[in-house]
Structures are given as C-alpha cells and as structure tokens.
C-alpha cells in the first residue's frame, strides 16, 4: 500500500469525523429553529463570536462522544515498525488502515490517541468546574451576605490559597507519595461534601414550610449524595457503581482546590452588590430566611457572571491539566490525555513534529471555543 | 496610609507564615522523608535503621518544632551520642566553625541549608538561578507590556469598530493559548527541520552565558504571548470605558483632534487597571517561567523547582518556594499601593 497524500488524509480525516458533523448540523438547525424559546442560549446566536465558539465546543463534545467511531485505530496498542512514521502511513500488515496523522515514538497512532484525549479533558474539564463551582457558592453567599468576622475569616483562607503559585500547590499535591498519606482522601472529604449541603439548603430553604415536598426531596438529594460521595471520595461504595481511581481523584482534587477560591471571590463580590437591591429588601420583609435569600433571590440574579465565568473556567481547568500532563503528572502514563502527548512529543520535536501538533492544536482550539463562547455569552447577557 | 500600610503588611506576613507552614508540612511528608533518608544513607536499609536514622538526624521531632529550627525561631537541636560522646546537631553541621556552633540558624539567620542535587550551599543558588529568571522575564515585560497596552488601545479606542472586532478576536487567541501550546508550534516553525525556517534556536541553554537574539526569542515570545491576550482585553475595556466618559466628549467638542484625546485625556485614565492587572501578572508568570524554562531547557528558577520536586531535593524546594510566596505577597503588595497611589478617588478604609 502506498502511502497517502495530504489531499487524502484530509478527506479520510473529515470522513472520520461524520457523526459529529451530522450532530452538529442537527444541533444546530433546532438551536437556530427553538432560538426564541431557549433564552441566553438562542441570544447567543446573534453573536458570531459566539456562535464560534459554540460550534468548537460542540464539535469537541460530540467527538468525545462518538470517540470510539471516530478513532482508526487503538489508542494504546504499539503496532511494530509504525514508530515515528510520518502522517499518512500505511499500517505494516493490516490492509486499509493508515496511521493518518503518523504514529508517535511508541509506534502508537496519533490521530486516534488525539480523538481519544478528547474523552479525558471532557469528562475531568466540566465535572471539576461544577464541583470548584458548588464549593464556591456555597461559601462565598453567606461570606458576601452576612459579612463581618465570617467574611474576613473566609476571604483570608481563601486569599492564602491564591496566594500560593498554581504550579507549586500542583508539584506539592499531585505527587504518588502525597496519595500514600491519604492527604487527597481527606481534601475530597471536605470538598465533595459541599454539593450536598449545597442541595440540601437549596430544597430546604424553598420547601420549609410544604414537609410533603420537602422529605422527598431532601431523601432523594441524601441518599443520592452519599452514596456518591462514600464511592468517590473514600471509595467505599457498598455498591460498586462510584469509583474514581487514586490517581484521578487526586488531580480532580487538586484543580477542584485551586479553582474554587477564585469562585468564591466572585461569588461573594455579586453577593454584596446584589443584597442591596430592592428586591432582596422586599423577600426580607417578607419573612424569608436567609438561605432562601441567598439561594433563591441572589443567585438567581448573579447568574450572567456566573455562565460567563463558568465557560471561561472550564478553559482554565483545561489548560490547568495540560499543565499537569506537561509535568508528567497526568492520568496515567499511558493515556492519550493531551499534556502527556505534548510532553512526549516534544522531546523529539527538532526532528519528528507530527505527534506533538496534533493535540496542541485540540487542546487550543477547545479552549479557544470556551473562551469565544464566554466572550459571546457576556455581550448577549449585558445587552439584556 | 500609614495605617493601611501596616494592617497590609502585618496580614502579608500571617500569610507568609501560613503558607511557608503548609509548604513545610507537604514537603516533609513520611514518605518524602523515607525517600531522603534512602538517598542519604542507602537504597537498602532497612524500616528500623530508616526511623534511626530520622531519629538521629532531628526529624522525628513533632513538626511544630522543626518548623521553627528551619525558620530560625527555634534553637537548633543537639544529641549527644550516648556510646562515643560525640555531639551532633542541626547547627553544627552547617556552622564554619564547629567546636562553637550557633544557637539558631534557620532561615532568618540567612541559612538555607545545603542542596542535595547540587551539591552547593541553597543560598548561591537560589541568587544564580534567580538571577537568569530575572533576566528571562525582564526581556517578557519589555516585550509583553509595550504591546498589549498598545493593541488595548488601539481596540478600546474605537468600541465596536472592525480594528477592535478583530484585535480582541486576537487577544481571546492568545488567552487560549497556554505556554506549552505556543512553545510547541513555535519550535515547530521556528526552529525544526519540518518547515526548514530554522530562525531561532529550539534551547535556550546557550542563552544562559550569552543571551542572543537567535537563543532567546522564542522563549520570550512563548512567555509574553499568553500574557499579552490577557492585559490587552483589560486595558481595552478600561480604555472603551474611559472613551464614554463626559469629559471626553466636551474635549472632542472643544474641537481637540481626535489622537490628541486619546494621548492627552484618556490615556492616564485608561491605565491605572491594566497597572494591576500588569503587576499582578508578575506571579501568574511563574507557572508559565517553569513551562518555559523546561521546554527551552534554561536551567533558571523554574528549571531549579522542577529539579528540586523531581530528585527530593526537600531543602531546596523549600526556599524556592520561599521565594515564589514572597514574589507573590510583594506584587499583591505593591500592585495595592499603587492602586491607591494612581487613583486619588479611592478611599482607604
């Protein structure tokens, strides 16, 4: 077999890639259809900065998705003779199959360990974002509500944790020795446990007064919560269902740490804009709790800033495990997780480009997507 | 002011001993301990000689206690041995003259102790290494500053114009991509045989001992690229505030030309944002310098800490992170002063 053109590996690659343009032509299509309907959601399409940008965030969520179609090959098995070859190789001993973007030092296909990465960043990405999310809202309400001794107490933990240089807290946590301490356990004790309490005040702030309501919802949200929580944060599922490896929970961990702080800042900021204005005056004459306040009248209303800043952070948290791929410091050490590919990559690249370029560029382009749509996102919520 | 400066100053401090604490607990870890204790004595000792060893060497003291010796609080210990008579202690294996050793000698007595890797006393190191970063990131500011504030300009003069539409698409570019994207692609059509520019060098290691415009480029590029994005956009939005304002518009109806506006009454008002946002950027740059300095493989500050996780080295990672929390808390610090300082509207509390 010959060896393919550029023309080739860029037909064979689009093709590759069908299910997710059929995903995002019917995603799209409704989107535009629905727009008037969807709120901030269809505005956006009045911005083609953020249209963009929706479509570089959709094609990598459908990718990852559809990952196991799309990849040619496995992302981790080494076929012989296929190290280093260049884009376009055809595989030693398999009839129509060629490594479409080369093969990597380890004789693996770069275009497949690409797509697969996609899964990894995805499914870490937003997951951390949410939970960075639940832990700065939590706290950072009553800090900007209440004020006072609370406030400065809090704003101080959470200065001194941005105080500390990102990739130091990263060097000192992600190690394998820090795991054999249970350090991580014990940070995922606290911090997984702030997506409960952060529902259990949610229903129970709205449905105090309605019990019929109220048990359901609260039974559903403990009994969900830990259940999750006693598989993902000690692993101890009686069950089985929740599992997160040593290693995995102890990045999640790790960026979920670093980034809520940051939220709880902004959190806290909106908070003392908004609990001057009327109509958190108004719920206050009416007897409402604070909770109910906080949870039902401000955040509500500090939501804009807080999409915005969402679709930026999952950016960051990306970049972030980049970062900590770059340093070896990745999933595992065989995943095709972007940073590690850059990282191994790299060392070779005077003489051989092709395996590190690819997951460069995916990784960019994802987080260009993110910040394109944010970008968008916040024009359309300030012309509101 | 004075008051400010001094309540400032006092929470710098508790946040300093806060997190040199935390720096000095995650590094002293058990199983870091062990690894030293192997690589000091060796790789097959058993667990009993292991924990006689700590216990010889001063590190089954509670962690409080040591915590103290290594900042210089706290006497050093000293363990007369019970068999030979010998005195030994943490002072005076690092005192010059042994038979009179000091009582403290921690950090605050300007000793950093001596470094595994390097074989060399910390302090000299940390001075070296500090002193390539300094010139790296120097070389950064002089690139990364004058640019963004210009492109910031130029876009905020004009909201919503085609110039602005298209340099803040620009800016987000470079806001999505991080060092270790940059350096990549850079290398690759810089410097590899692929697309055969070979403008620049693809190492900077030659630019530790003779900085050339062909060694130290692209690194500079790398570094400043993903900044430049970041203070663009925020120079750009207090430039379009600033352009809104009342007394830009009596200027531009006064019949002032338009540049002259923009030089004389929006400019010094456009810039006391970016001035944080710039100075704050000074810490940000460490995750960037450590990418950089290994990617490039100029064995500066960056390049030290990488080493210093990497082999253990336990002392030596320790007063680098010294210094990145005293970088940080200073920038905070100053980047606060000034702010005051630019903008006389801002009250004190």
């Known amino acids: ?384 | 002011m004075g008051s400010f400066l001094l309540k400032r100053s006092g929470v710098m401090l508790l946040t300093a001993l806060c997190l040199t604490f935390i720096v000095f607990f995650l590094t002293n870890l058990e199983p870091n301990l062990e690894k030293l204790t192997k690589s000091e004595g060796n790789m097959r000792m058993s667990d009993a000689q292991v924990q006689s060893w700590l216990q010889k060497n001063g590190y089954r003291q509670p962690l409080i206690k040591r915590y103290g010796e290594w900042l210089g609080v706290a006497p050093g210990w000293t363990r007369t041995d019970a068999e030979t008579g010998k005195v030994t202690g943490r002072c005076i294996r690092r005192a010059e003259d042994p038979a009179n050793p000091p009582k403290f000698c921690g950090l605050l007595q300007g000793n950093w102790g001596f470094s595994l890797v390097f074989k060399e006393d910390i302090a000299g190191i940390i001075s070296e290494k500090l002193g390539l970063t300094a010139k790296l990131m120097l070389c950064v500011m002089l690139v990364m500053v004058p640019t963004a504030l210009i492109i910031g300009i130029i876009a905020g003069m004009r909201e919503g114009s085609k110039t602005d539409r298209s340099l803040s698409a620009l800016s987000i570019l470079s806001t999505s991509t991080p060092e270790y994207v940059s350096g990549v692609i850079f290398i690759v059509v810089f410097s590899s045989k692929l697309v055969g520019l070979k403008w620049f060098k693809g190492t900077a290691t030659t630019a530790m001992e003779n900085i050339t415009f062909e060694n130290f480029t692209l690194p500079v590029m790398t570094l400043a690229l993903y900044g430049i994005g970041y203070i663009a956009r925020m120079t750009r939005a207090s430039m379009a505030e600033v352009m809104t304002e009342q007394y830009i518009r009596t200027a531009r109806l006064k019949g002032l030309s338009f540049p002259g506006v923009v030089l004389k009454h929006a400019l010094r008002n456009a810039l006391i944002a970016p001035f944080t946002v710039i100075i704050l950027q000074i810490p940000w740059l460490l995750t960037g310098v450590v990418i950089v300095e290994t990617l490039f493989n100029y064995k500066g500050f960056g390049w030290t800490l990488v080493a210093a996780v990497g082999n253990n080295d336990i002392e030596l990672l320790l007063a680098c992170s010294v210094v990145a929390v005293f970088v940080v808390l200073v920038t905070q610090l100053i980047s606060d002063i000034g702010y005051v300082f630019l903008n006389p509207r801002i009250r004190i509390s």
């Open chain 1, 1 to 384: 077999m010959d060896r393919l053109t550029a023309s080739e590996i860029i037909i064979r690659m689009l093709g590759q890639f069908t299910p997710v343009w059929i995903g995002l032509v019917i995603i799209l299509t409704l989107s535009i259809i629905f727009k008037r309907r969807l709120g901030l959601y269809g505005k956006l399409f009045g911005s083609p900065i953020g249209v963009a940008g929706l479509i570089l965030v959709l094609f990598w969520i459908l990718t990852a998705i559809f990952a196991d179609s799309i990849a040619t090959m496995d992302p981790l098995s080494q076929i012989s003779g296929m190290k280093n070859k260049k884009p376009g190789w055809p595989v030693s001993g398999m009839e129509g199959h060629w490594y479409l973007l080369g093969g990597d030092n380890l004789a693996r296909d770069v275009f497949s360990r690409m797509v697969k990465g996609s899964q990894i960043v995805l499914a870490i990405a937003p997951a951390a974002t949410i939970f960075a999310f639940m832990v700065g809202i939590t706290l950072g309400l009553p800090a900007g509500f209440y004020g006072g001794k609370l406030d400065t107490i809090m704003s101080f933990l959470a200065n001194l944790v941005l105080a500390f240089p990102v990739i130091l807290l990263f060097f000192l946590l992600v190690t394998p020795e820090i795991r054999s301490t249970g350090v991580p356990f014990w940070l995922a004790g606290v911090l997984f446990l702030f997506p409960i309490i952060f529902f259990c005040l949610l229903f129970h702030s709205k449905f105090s007064g309605q019990p019929s309501k109220l048990y359901p919802y609260l039974g559903i949200t403990l009994v969900l919560g830990l259940w999750a929580y006693s598989g993902l944060a000690f692993n101890k599922d009686p069950l089985g269902v929740f599992y997160m490896d040593p290693n995995l929970l102890n990045i999640f961990v790790s960026v979920v740490f670093v980034n809520s702080p940051t939220v709880f800042r902004i959190v806290r900021g909106l908070t003392i804009d908004i609990k001057t204005r009327d109509y958190v005056a108004a719920a206050q004459t009416r007897g409402e709790s604070p909770w109910y306040i906080m949870l039902w009248e401000v955040l509500p209303n500090a939501r804009g800033p807080l999409i915005v800043d969402f679709c930026l952070r999952i950016g960051y948290t990306t970049i972030l495990l980049g970062t900590l791929g770059f340093f070896g410091l990745g999933v595992t050490p065989e995943s095709p997780d972007w940073g590690m590919t850059i990282n191994e990559g790299r060392k070779l690249l005077a003489v051989y480009a092709h395996p590190a370029l690819p997951p460069t560029f995916a990784l960019m382009s994802l987080v260009l997507g993110l910040n394109l749509l944010a970008d968008g996102l916040r024009e359309e919520s300030l012309r509101d």
